[in-house]
């Protein structure tokens, strides 16, 4: 995807939080159910007002240290399935 391009959360979209190994999401527009780690988790928080690419990997970089080499193509990855899946929207 990319790099310009603003991610940002469908409204319709419900957390539920399990326990410490992750959340759920559930996109009543398909009944699909995600279940997202952590970082995922952090992922999705950050698209509550809407991120660029490069705007996520810098907020890594902020919160986190010892990051993977290929964090930038991880977070393209998740990007894309969460898009797919009608999680978050993209412009």
């Known amino acids: 995807m990319c790099k310009e391009t603003t991610y940002l959360r469908n409204p319709d979209v419900a957390l539920r939080e399990e326990d410490e190994s ?3 999401l559930f996109n009543p ?3 699909e159910v995600l279940v997202i780690n952590d970082t995922a988790r952090f992922i999705w928080d950050l ?3 809407g991120v660029t690419l490069n705007d996520i990997i810098n907020e890594f970089g902020k919160n986190y240290d010892d990051l993977p080499e290929n964090l930038t193509e991880d977070v393209d990855s998740y990007l ?3 898009t797919k899946g009608g999680f978050i929207g993209s412009k």
């Open 47 to 49: 698209c509550a007002e």
């Open 29 to 31: 527009d398909t009944g």
């Open 22 to 24: 992750g959340s759920l």
């Open 80 to 82: 894309v399935i969460m």
